[in-house]
């Protein structure tokens, strides 16, 4: 099980489930709505994942995306959007043991900023994964 939260510990989550489509991801919806040049995600079924204290705020980031993150400290915790309903996609960096999920390759290179140099040797796609070949 994959356990994590917030920054302030007034939300915690729980996954009971492997986890996939482990990914950093470099769009500019994710730098904004993160502060990052870059986020790192994982997904999870949607069906093994609650929130076990606190609720999220949520924002809907497009029509067909919602946002969920802690109200009080703003940690960005998940990524829901109709395309997939049965997963959710989870910020890896709100785990609470990061090394349980690293990432395997980089999605959205095409919008990556040119200051952010990527050198970690995995799989990058320019666009989506499932609609991209990988580069480098």
Do not use: N
């Not at 099980?1 to 489930?17: K, Q, S």
């Not at 986890?19 to 991801?25: K, L, M, V």
């Not at 998940?78 to 043991?97: K, M, N, Q, R």
Request: charged share 20%; with cysteine.
């Amino acid at each position: 099980m994959l356990t994590g939260g917030c920054f302030c510990g007034a939300v915690r989550y729980e996954a009971r489930a492997a986890p996939f489509h482990e990914t950093i991801c470099h769009c500019a919806d994710c730098r904004r709505m993160v502060g990052a040049a870059q986020v790192a995600w994982f997904s999870v079924p949607r069906a093994a994942f609650r929130f076990v204290a606190g609720t999220p705020s949520a924002f809907q980031s497009s029509s067909a995306v919602l946002r969920r993150f802690c109200g009080t400290c703003g940690t960005s915790l998940t990524y829901e959007v109709d395309a997939a309903p049965d997963a959710i996609d989870v910020t890896i960096a709100s785990l609470d043991e990061l090394d349980q999920v690293p990432p395997r390759d980089h999605t959205r290179m095409g919008s990556k900023v040119s200051w952010d140099p990527v050198g970690d040797g995995l799989p990058a796609f320019s666009g989506a994964r499932d609609s991209d070949s990988p580069s480098g």
